[in-house]
């Protein structure tokens, strides 16, 4: 398990999670959710800053390098 603020790295992810802490009546709630598809590009842009199509654009490169790298790694195996 690894937990970073990179997209870079967080890209490299297997399965990515969002982790939020919410109060509710003066309590903290902590909230940890699978991130699939659409909402795991979202949450990329969101750690390079405020989502703009500049930020979708880089999480959406991170995502398709890293599967390109991980393709080139199985084949030399």
């Given amino acids: 398990m ?3 603020h ?3 790295l967080a890209g490299y992810a297997d399965q990515h999670f969002s982790v939020s802490k919410h ?3 003066e309590r903290t709630h902590t909230k940890v959710a699978l991130l699939e598809g659409g909402n795991r590009q979202k949450e990329l842009a969101q750690m ?3 989502v703009s199509e500049g930020t ?3 999480a959406e490169d991170i995502l398709m390098m890293v ?3 991980k393709s080139q790694l ?3 195996q």
Avoid: D
Wanted: hydrophobic share 45%.
């Fill in 23 to 25: 109060l509710v009546n």
């Fill in 56 to 58: 979708l654009q880089s």
């Fill in 6 to 8: 990179l997209p870079q």
């Fill in 48 to 50: 390079f800053g405020p």
């Fill in 2 to 4: 690894c937990i970073t």
């Fill in 74 to 76: 199985l084949l030399l």
């Fill in 67 to 69: 599967k390109e790298r």
